[in-house]
Nanobody
Framework: QVQLVESGGGLVQAGESLRLSCVAS???????????MGWYRQAPGEQRELVAS???????DYADAVKDRFIISRDNYRNTVYLQMNSLKAEDTAVYYC???????????WGQGTQVTVSS
């Protein structure tokens, strides 16, 4: 059973940084390497939205709201994906979720989420 565990959330002031980590277990190195990974967030009363993604080939994509502030990366040898968040704003406050997609077999997995709160 694939499990995704996020960590690194917390309470920070506007302008500060946080780094989120997501470790995948129950999945082989090759399957993780070939999976697309993403970070989503959901603020209270809002829909879940894609923040950043990275393909198996390392191509990254970002929501306009976080471009030039957030960086997504992956370490396939650690089955881990990261989200470096810089220059945080109050509007970045949300629960952040890790997502793993295996498009070839049509499955995806979600982590339990980690809370990020930015005070202004």
């Amino acid at each position: 059973q694939v499990q995704l565990v996020e960590s690194g959330g917390g309470l920070v002031q506007a302008g500060e940084s946080l780094r989120l980590s997501c470790v995948a277990s129950g999945i082989s190195f090759s399957r993780f390497t070939n999976a697309a990974m993403g970070w989503y967030r959901q603020a209270p009363g809002e829909q879940r939205e894609l923040v950043a993604s990275v393909t198996s080939h390392g191509r990254t994509d970002y929501a306009d709201a976080v471009k030039d502030r957030f960086i997504i990366s992956r370490d396939n040898y650690r089955n881990t994906v990261y989200l470096q968040m810089n220059s945080l704003k109050a509007e970045d406050t949300a629960v952040y979720y890790c997502n793993l997609q295996r498009a070839m077999v049509g499955v995806e997995y979600w982590g339990q989420g980690t809370q990020v709160t930015v005070s202004s």
